[in-house]
C-alpha cells in the first residue's frame, strides 16, 4: 500500500503536457495570465492571421518632451503616438470582437519604452480593482503588454498593471512557462474614471534584452482581462484551438535605433537576525537570545543589452517564506521548491528535458537551486555530546550567473557558486569543548545552452553540471561523493502550427568518491543494488564511481478545437545519480505513459468550458518486473455560473514492487483504486469556498481517505484571508518499519522484513493573510499548525518474495511483547533457533506549528526594506492515538523559537 501511496498522492504530470487547458481562469494563466482588452465594438468575428507577416503592428512615436507616469495620460507627448484598438474575444465568445474598447499607444524615448493605454469601460463602477502585492493575480482586471524583444519568436516578458496600479512580470520561456521570480525595476500607474480606466507604464531599456538594431522590431502582445465577464480579449488574436505562442505575437515597430549598452546595478544590503528561545543555563554556545548582523551585496551588469551578469556575495534570504511541515514516512526525499531569489530568477534558462512533468512518481530535475546552501550533510549523533552549535544551512560565500541570449539564436545560463566549509562545535560526554566539520568546501556549476531554429519551432540544448568537493577530512570523505557530473542534450520540435510537438531528452551521470560514499550511494532508494534477487544488478562496495543514464521522448498534440494528447516513452538506468546538484527520486525504471484528451471551450447553457481525458501509466524496472499500473478518466470544467468542478477515477490492477521492502526482496501491490473529486466556487466573489476530497484503497483493506476546504475572503480590495483546513486519515497494511538479519530467514534470503498496520491521522491549519497597503507596501502572514498521529498495530514480517502477504508475531508466527522501557519484542520462532529482536515502538504523535510574516516596503524604485518574524514549535511523543484537543494544547506547551530580523537594501543604478 505504501508505494501506491507514494504514487498516488504525487502531482500527476501528464496534465502539464503541451498546455492542456483546464478552465477560463487557468488558460488566462497559462497563456500569459488571462487578459481581456477590447476591440472596436462595431465588426464580425475576427480571422486569424494567415502568416505571421500579416500580425497587427503598434507604431511607437518618438518621445518629444517627457512623460510623468501618474496614470493619468495627460501629457503632450502622448498626443504624438497613434493607437490600436482591434483586439478581439479569446473567451468567453471566441473570435468576437471586445465588449470594451481598448486603446494602446507606444512612445520609445532614450532609455526607456512608454506605453499608455485608456481602457473603456461602459460600467466603471464595476471595474475589479483589488490592492495586491506584487506578482499577485487574484481576481483583478488588468492589461497586459508581452514583449519578444529579441523578435525570435521563441521567448518574452510579461508586464501587466490592473486599476489599482498593482504590477506583475514575468519571463517567458520556449515552453510557454512562465517565472514571476523576475523583478524587473519598471513604473507603472493607473487611474479609474467615468470612461473606465487608465493606465502608464515606463521600462527602462536596461531592463531588457534585446540585440542591437539601427531600426528595430520587437515582437508584441497584449491582452486585456475584464473579471466579472472572464474576458479575455487580445491583440493579435489566437484562436483557442491554436498554441498562443510568441510565435502568434504582432509587432511593435518604430523604435528606431536601439542600440546595446552596458549597465551596472548594484544592490547591498544589511541585516540583523535575532532568535530566541529557551536554552539551557549550562549552554556555552547559545544564551536563548542572539543576535547575528551581516552585510551583503547583488550584483546585475549588462555585459551587453542581452548578456546579464549577476553575481551575489554573502546572500541573505531571511524574507523568504519558511517551508511547511511535513511527515515523511516513505524512502523518498521530500521536494522543496526554490524560493531565494538569486535562484529562482532566470530559472527557466535551465530548466532541462521537463522530465518531472511525465512520471507517475520519479523527477528529473538535472539542476535544483535548493542543493546549494541546504542543511549540512553529516549530522552528529546525540549520544555523543551534551551541547552542541551547528549551522542549519550552508553559508553561500559566493554565486554568480551569466544569463541571455547571443544576436545568432543561442540562449546561455552559466552559473557557478561557492561554499565553504562548514563546522559544528560542541562538547562531549567528558565536558570537552571541540570542533568537527559538518560539510566540506564544494563548488557548484551548471552550464546550459539552448538554440532555437525555425522561428522558434525547433529547439536543440545541452546541459552540463558538475559539484566538486574538497574532502579531507576523513569523518565528510566517508560520507560525501567527491565529485559528481551530469550531462546531455534535449530537442523541442513544434509543427503544425504548433499543434503537434516533439520532446526528446538524453542526460548521462557520474559520480565518484571513496569506497564507503559509493557503496552508501548504491544503497540509497534511488537505487537499492543490495536487492537479493535482483540479478541484473552487481552490488560492489570497492566502487569508487558509478555512471547512468535517463531519457524520454514523447509526441504530444498541444492544440486544436476538441482533441489532444501525447504518448511518452521514458528510462532511468539503475545507476543513474544527480542528486548532488539535481534532484532525483529513483533509477532502474522505464516507463510508458498515454494520454487522450477532449475540450470543449465554447460556453454553453450549462458548461462554459470542460474537458476530459484518459490516460494510463506503465513502468518496469530493467529486470522486466512490472512495477506499476495506472488507468485513470478525469473530466473538470466550468459551469455557467463560473463554479469550477473536477472528478477523477483511478484503477490499479496491481503490480510489483521493488521498493517496499527498502533494498530487500520484489513483493507485490495489491490491486485498488481511487476516486477524486473537487468543486470551487466563483473566483470572482469577494468571497470563494472550495472542497477537494478523495478516497484511496486497495484489495488488502488499505485506505486513504482525505477532505480539503478552502475559504478565502476579500472584506476589502487591500485585504485578503485564506483559510486551508485539511484531514487526512490513513490505514496502510503494509508500514515499513526495519530490516534484521537473520541467517534461519531462508525464504527472504537472510533477512526478516518487519511491517506494521499504520492508522495515522492528520490535520492541518493552513492560513495566510495578505495585506496590501498600497503597490509598494505590503504586509504577509503565514501560519500552519500541523497534528499528526500514526499509531502501529500487527508487527509482521513478509512471508516470502514476490508476494503481498505478511505473518503476524504472536498469530501466525512468534511471539510479541513490549518490555519495560516500551521498545517492542519479537521473537520470530518462539522456541526455535531464529534469534530474538527488539525495536524501538515507533508510535508517534507529530506536533508542529510554523509561522512566518513579513512587512515589506519599497522605499525607493528598486530597494526595499523587510521586517521578519519567523516562529516554530516541534515536538514528537511516543503516543500513537489522535485525540485533537490534548495534541493542540501540548503544541502550544512547546517552548516556541522565536526570529526577529531587518533587512534594509539599496538600489543603485551605474
Same mark, same amino acid.
Given at each position: 500500500?505504501?508505494?501506491?501511496?507514494?504514487?498516488?498522492?504525487?502531482?500527476?504530470?501528464?496534465?502539464?503536457?503541451?498546455?492542456?487547458?483546464?478552465?477560463?481562469?487557468?488558460?488566462?494563466?497559462?497563456?500569459?495570465?488571462?487578459?481581456?482588452?477590447?476591440?472596436?465594438?462595431?465588426?464580425?468575428?475576427?480571422?486569424?492571421?494567415?502568416?505571421?507577416?500579416?500580425?497587427?503592428?503598434?507604431?511607437?512615436?518618438?518621445?518629444?518632451?517627457?512623460?510623468?507616469?501618474?496614470?493619468?495620460?495627460?501629457?503632450?507627448?502622448?498626443?504624438?503616438?497613434?493607437?490600436?484598438?482591434?483586439?478581439?474575444?479569446?473567451?468567453?465568445?471566441?473570435?468576437?470582437?471586445?465588449?470594451?474598447?481598448?486603446?494602446?499607444?507606444?512612445?520609445?524615448?532614450?532609455?526607456?519604452?512608454?506605453?499608455?493605454?485608456?481602457?473603456?469601460?461602459?460600467?466603471?463602477?464595476?471595474?475589479?480593482?483589488?490592492?495586491?502585492?506584487?506578482?499577485?493575480?487574484?481576481?483583478?482586471?488588468?492589461?497586459?503588454?508581452?514583449?519578444?524583444?529579441?523578435?525570435?519568436?521563441?521567448?518574452?516578458?510579461?508586464?501587466?498593471?490592473?486599476?489599482?496600479?498593482?504590477?506583475?512580470?514575468?519571463?517567458?520561456?520556449?515552453?510557454?512557462?512562465?517565472?514571476?521570480?523576475?523583478?524587473?525595476?519598471?513604473?507603472?500607474?493607473?487611474?479609474?474614471?467615468?470612461?473606465?480606466?487608465?493606465?502608464?507604464?515606463?521600462?527602462?531599456?536596461?531592463?531588457?534584452?534585446?540585440?542591437?538594431?539601427?531600426?528595430?522590431?520587437?515582437?508584441?502582445?497584449?491582452? /486585456?482581462? %475584464?473579471? &466579472?465577464?472572464? #474576458?479575455?480579449?487580445?491583440? =493579435?488574436?489566437?484562436? *483557442?484551438?491554436?498554441? $498562443?505562442?510568441?510565435?502568434?505575437?504582432?509587432?511593435?515597430?518604430?523604435?528606431?535605433?536601439?542600440?546595446?549598452?552596458?549597465?551596472?546595478?548594484?544592490?547591498?544590503?544589511?541585516?540583523?537576525?535575532?532568535?530566541?528561545?529557551?536554552?539551557?543555563?549550562?549552554?556555552?554556545?547559545?544564551?536563548?537570545?542572539?543576535?547575528?548582523?551581516?552585510?551583503?551585496?547583488?550584483?546585475?551588469?549588462?555585459?551587453?543589452?542581452?548578456?546579464?551578469?549577476?553575481?551575489?556575495?554573502?546572500?541573505?534570504?531571511?524574507?523568504?517564506?519558511?517551508?511547511?511541515?511535513?511527515?515523511?514516512?516513505?524512502?523518498?526525499?521530500?521536494?522543496?521548491?526554490?524560493?531565494?531569489?538569486?535562484?529562482?530568477?532566470?530559472?527557466?534558462?535551465?530548466?532541462?528535458?521537463?522530465?518531472?512533468?511525465?512520471?507517475?512518481?520519479?523527477?528529473?530535475?538535472?539542476?535544483?537551486? /535548493?542543493? %546549494?546552501? &541546504?542543511?549540512? #550533510?553529516?549530522?552528529?549523533? =546525540?549520544?555523543?555530546? *551534551?551541547?552542541?552549535? $551547528?549551522?542549519?544551512?550552508?553559508?553561500?560565500?559566493?554565486?554568480?550567473?551569466?544569463?541571455?541570449?547571443?544576436?545568432?539564436?543561442?540562449?546561455?545560463?552559466?552559473?557557478?557558486?561557492?561554499?565553504?566549509?562548514?563546522?559544528?562545535?560542541?562538547?562531549?560526554?567528558?565536558?570537552?569543548?571541540?570542533?568537527?566539520?559538518?560539510?566540506?568546501?564544494?563548488?557548484?556549476?551548471?552550464?546550459?545552452?539552448?538554440?532555437?531554429?525555425?522561428?522558434?519551432?525547433?529547439?536543440?540544448?545541452?546541459?552540463?553540471?558538475?559539484?566538486?568537493?574538497?574532502?579531507?577530512?576523513?569523518?565528510?570523505?566517508?560520507?560525501?561523493?567527491?565529485?559528481?557530473?551530469?550531462?546531455?542534450?534535449?530537442?523541442?520540435?513544434?509543427?503544425?502550427?504548433?499543434?503537434?510537438?516533439?520532446?526528446?531528452?538524453?542526460?548521462?551521470?557520474?559520480?565518484?568518491?571513496?569506497?564507503?560514499? %559509493?557503496?552508501?550511494?548504491?544503497?540509497?532508494?534511488?537505487?537499492?543494488?543490495?536487492?537479493?534477487?535482483?540479478?541484473?544488478?552487481?552490488?560492489?562496495?570497492?566502487?569508487?564511481?558509478?555512471?547512468?543514464?535517463?531519457?524520454?521522448?514523447?509526441?504530444?498534440?498541444?492544440?486544436?478545437?476538441?482533441?489532444?494528447?501525447?504518448?511518452?516513452?521514458?528510462?532511468?538506468?539503475?545507476?543513474?545519480?544527480?542528486?548532488?546538484?539535481?534532484?532525483?527520486?529513483?533509477?532502474?525504471?522505464?516507463?510508458?505513459?498515454?494520454?487522450?484528451?477532449?475540450?470543449?471551450?465554447?460556453?454553453?447553457?450549462?458548461?462554459?468550458?470542460?474537458?476530459?481525458?484518459?490516460?494510463?501509466?506503465?513502468?518496469?524496472?530493467?529486470?522486466?518486473?512490472?512495477?506499476?499500473?495506472?488507468?485513470?478518466?478525469?473530466?473538470?470544467?466550468?459551469?455557467?455560473?463560473?463554479?469550477?468542478?473536477?472528478?477523477?477515477?483511478?484503477?490499479?490492477?496491481?503490480?510489483?514492487?521493488?521498493?517496499?521492502?527498502?533494498?530487500?526482496?520484489?513483493?507485490?501491490?495489491?490491486?485498488?483504486?481511487?476516486?477524486?473529486?473537487?468543486?470551487?466556487?466563483?473566483?470572482?466573489?469577494?468571497?470563494?469556498?472550495?472542497?477537494?476530497?478523495?478516497?484511496?484503497?486497495?484489495?488488502?483493506?488499505?485506505?486513504?481517505?482525505?477532505?480539503?476546504?478552502?475559504?478565502?475572503?476579500?472584506?476589502?480590495?487591500?485585504?485578503?484571508?485564506?483559510?486551508?483546513?485539511?484531514?487526512?486519515?490513513?490505514?496502510?497494511?503494509?508500514?515499513?518499519?526495519?530490516?534484521?538479519?537473520?541467517?534461519?530467514?531462508?525464504?527472504?534470503?537472510?533477512?526478516?522484513?518487519?511491517?506494521?498496520?499504520?492508522?495515522?491521522?492528520?490535520?492541518?491549519?493552513?492560513?495566510?493573510?495578505?495585506?496590501?497597503?498600497?503597490?509598494?507596501?505590503?504586509?504577509?502572514?503565514?501560519?500552519?499548525?500541523?497534528?499528526?498521529?500514526?499509531?502501529?498495530?500487527?508487527?509482521?514480517?513478509?512471508?516470502?518474495?514476490?508476494?503481498?502477504?505478511?505473518?503476524?508475531?504472536?498469530?501466525?508466527?512468534?511471539?510479541?511483547?513490549?518490555?519495560?522501557?516500551?521498545?517492542?519484542?519479537?521473537?520470530?520462532?518462539?522456541?526455535?533457533?531464529?534469534?530474538?529482536?527488539?525495536?524501538?515502538?515507533?508510535?508517534?504523535?507529530?506536533?508542529?506549528?510554523?509561522?512566518?510574516?513579513?512587512?515589506?516596503?519599497?522605499?525607493?524604485?528598486?530597494?526595499?526594506?523587510?521586517?521578519?518574524?519567523?516562529?516554530?514549535?516541534?515536538?514528537?511523543?511516543?503516543?500513537?492515538?489522535?485525540?485533537?484537543?490534548?495534541?493542540?494544547?501540548?503544541?502550544?506547551?512547546?517552548?516556541?523559537?522565536?526570529?526577529?530580523?531587518?533587512?534594509?537594501?539599496?538600489?543603485?543604478?551605474?
Amino acid at each position: 500500500m505504501r508505494a501506491r501511496f507514494r504514487c498516488l498522492l504525487a502531482a500527476l504530470p501528464h496534465l502539464a503536457v503541451g498546455a492542456l487547458a483546464t478552465s477560463p481562469a487557468v488558460l488566462a494563466a497559462q497563456s500569459l495570465p488571462g487578459e481581456a482588452a477590447h476591440a472596436d465594438s462595431a465588426g464580425s468575428a475576427a480571422a486569424p492571421m494567415a502568416t505571421h507577416a500579416e500580425a497587427p503592428v503598434l507604431r511607437a512615436a518618438q518621445l518629444t518632451g517627457s512623460i510623468h507616469v501618474d496614470g493619468h495620460l495627460d501629457d503632450p507627448a502622448w498626443q504624438d503616438a497613434a493607437p490600436v484598438d482591434g483586439f478581439t474575444q479569446r473567451q468567453p465568445d471566441e473570435g468576437k470582437p471586445a465588449s470594451e474598447r481598448t486603446d494602446v499607444r507606444a512612445l520609445i524615448g532614450d532609455d526607456a519604452l512608454f506605453i499608455g493605454a485608456r481602457l473603456y469601460d461602459r460600467d466603471s463602477k464595476k471595474i475589479r480593482s483589488r490592492l495586491v502585492r506584487r506578482d499577485d493575480v487574484p481576481g483583478t482586471d488588468y492589461l497586459a503588454l508581452l514583449i519578444d524583444a529579441y523578435h525570435d519568436h521563441s521567448t518574452a516578458v510579461l508586464f501587466r498593471v490592473s486599476p489599482s496600479g498593482s504590477i506583475n512580470d514575468a519571463t517567458i520561456s520556449a515552453n510557454g512557462s512562465q517565472d514571476f521570480s523576475w523583478d524587473p525595476v519598471w513604473h507603472a500607474a493607473a487611474s479609474i474614471d467615468s470612461l473606465g480606466w487608465t493606465a502608464e507604464i515606463e521600462i527602462p531599456l536596461s531592463q531588457l534584452h534585446y540585440n542591437s538594431s539601427p531600426d528595430a522590431v520587437w515582437g508584441l502582445q497584449l491582452r /486585456r482581462w %475584464i473579471d &466579472r465577464r472572464q #474576458e479575455l480579449s487580445e491583440f =493579435s488574436f489566437t484562436p *483557442l484551438k491554436e498554441n $498562443a505562442s510568441v510565435a502568434r505575437y504582432g509587432h511593435l515597430a518604430g523604435l528606431g535605433s536601439v542600440q546595446a549598452g552596458r549597465h551596472l546595478e548594484l544592490l547591498p544590503y544589511a541585516s540583523m537576525r535575532s532568535e530566541h528561545f529557551h536554552s539551557d543555563p549550562s549552554d556555552p554556545f547559545r544564551d536563548g537570545s542572539d543576535q547575528f548582523p551581516a552585510v551583503g551585496m547583488d550584483l546585475k551588469y549588462g555585459l551587453t543589452s542581452s548578456l546579464t551578469l549577476n553575481a551575489t556575495v554573502n546572500p541573505d534570504f531571511g524574507e523568504v517564506e519558511v517551508d511547511p511541515a511535513v511527515v515523511n514516512l516513505s524512502a523518498f526525499e521530500t521536494f522543496y521548491p526554490e524560493r531565494r531569489p538569486f535562484f529562482v530568477e532566470g530559472a527557466n534558462v535551465f530548466r532541462f528535458g521537463d522530465m518531472e512533468s511525465y512520471n507517475n512518481f520519479n523527477s528529473t530535475i538535472p539542476f535544483h537551486g /535548493r542543493r %546549494i546552501g &541546504r542543511e549540512p #550533510e553529516r549530522e552528529l549523533d =546525540s549520544d555523543d555530546y *551534551l551541547f552542541l552549535d $551547528a549551522p542549519r544551512h550552508t553559508t553561500i560565500a559566493g554565486a554568480a550567473k551569466l544569463t541571455g541570449k547571443t544576436r545568432n539564436g543561442w540562449t546561455v545560463g552559466v552559473l557557478d557558486a561557492v561554499t565553504p566549509v562548514e563546522r559544528a562545535d560542541y562538547v562531549d560526554t567528558s565536558g570537552t569543548q571541540l570542533e568537527t566539520p559538518v560539510e566540506p568546501l564544494t563548488n557548484y556549476f551548471v552550464s546550459r545552452v539552448r538554440r532555437d531554429y525555425h522561428q522558434g519551432n525547433t529547439v536543440v540544448g545541452a546541459i552540463l553540471t558538475g559539484v566538486r568537493r574538497n574532502l579531507e577530512e576523513p569523518e565528510l570523505a566517508s560520507l560525501l561523493r567527491r565529485s559528481a557530473w551530469a550531462g546531455g542534450m534535449d530537442l523541442n520540435h513544434y509543427w503544425s502550427s504548433r499543434r503537434w510537438s516533439v520532446d526528446a531528452m538524453l542526460l548521462g551521470s557520474r559520480v565518484e568518491g571513496s569506497e564507503d560514499a %559509493i557503496a552508501a550511494t548504491q544503497q540509497t532508494s534511488a537505487h537499492y543494488f543490495q536487492r537479493p534477487d535482483a540479478d541484473y544488478l552487481d552490488y560492489d562496495p570497492t566502487r569508487t564511481s558509478l555512471t547512468g543514464y535517463a531519457g524520454h521522448l514523447s509526441i504530444n498534440k498541444i492544440a486544436g478545437k476538441h482533441g489532444q494528447g501525447s504518448l511518452t516513452y521514458q528510462e532511468w538506468s539503475p545507476g543513474f545519480e544527480i542528486n548532488d546538484l539535481g534532484f532525483q527520486n529513483a533509477g532502474d525504471s522505464r516507463g510508458l505513459s498515454t494520454l487522450a484528451m477532449y475540450k470543449d471551450n465554447t460556453p454553453h447553457r450549462i458548461m462554459r468550458s470542460w474537458d476530459a481525458f484518459a490516460f494510463s501509466n506503465w513502468s518496469w524496472n530493467f529486470g522486466g518486473d512490472r512495477t506499476y499500473v495506472e488507468y485513470a478518466a478525469h473530466a473538470e470544467g466550468t459551469f455557467s455560473n463560473y463554479w469550477y468542478g473536477t472528478l477523477r477515477g483511478e484503477w490499479y490492477p496491481g503490480s510489483i514492487d521493488d521498493r517496499l521492502t527498502r533494498g530487500g526482496p520484489l513483493s507485490r501491490v495489491p490491486p485498488g483504486g481511487a476516486v477524486r473529486a473537487s468543486v470551487t466556487t466563483d473566483s470572482r466573489r469577494s468571497t470563494t469556498l472550495g472542497l477537494n476530497g478523495a478516497v484511496v484503497w486497495d484489495d488488502a483493506g488499505g485506505h486513504l481517505r482525505s477532505l480539503n476546504a478552502s475559504f478565502s475572503a476579500r472584506p476589502t480590495t487591500a485585504f485578503r484571508l485564506l483559510f486551508e483546513p485539511g484531514i487526512k486519515k490513513l490505514l496502510d497494511h503494509a508500514q515499513y518499519v526495519e530490516t534484521v538479519g537473520d541467517t534461519t530467514a531462508v525464504e527472504t534470503y537472510g533477512s526478516r522484513y518487519i511491517f506494521a498496520s499504520l492508522d495515522q491521522t492528520q490535520i492541518s491549519l493552513d492560513t495566510r493573510v495578505e495585506w496590501t497597503f498600497s503597490p509598494k507596501l505590503s504586509f504577509q502572514l503565514y501560519v500552519q499548525p500541523l497534528i499528526v498521529s500514526g499509531d502501529y498495530t500487527r508487527f509482521k514480517e513478509l512471508r516470502a518474495p514476490r508476494m503481498f502477504e505478511f505473518d503476524v508475531y504472536g498469530k501466525q508466527k512468534g511471539t510479541a511483547g513490549v518490555d519495560s522501557t516500551g521498545a517492542i519484542l519479537i521473537d520470530p520462532d518462539a522456541d526455535g533457533p531464529a534469534p530474538p529482536f527488539s525495536f524501538t515502538n515507533p508510535d508517534f504523535n507529530f506536533r508542529s506549528f510554523r509561522g512566518n510574516a513579513v512587512l515589506r516596503w519599497e522605499y525607493r524604485p528598486g530597494s526595499a526594506l523587510f521586517l521578519v518574524w519567523q516562529q516554530g514549535r516541534e515536538e514528537t511523543a511516543p503516543i500513537g492515538d489522535f485525540e485533537f484537543s490534548r495534541d493542540w494544547r501540548a503544541l502550544f506547551d512547546v517552548d516556541p523559537e522565536n526570529v526577529i530580523a531587518v533587512k534594509a537594501t539599496y538600489w543603485l543604478a551605474l
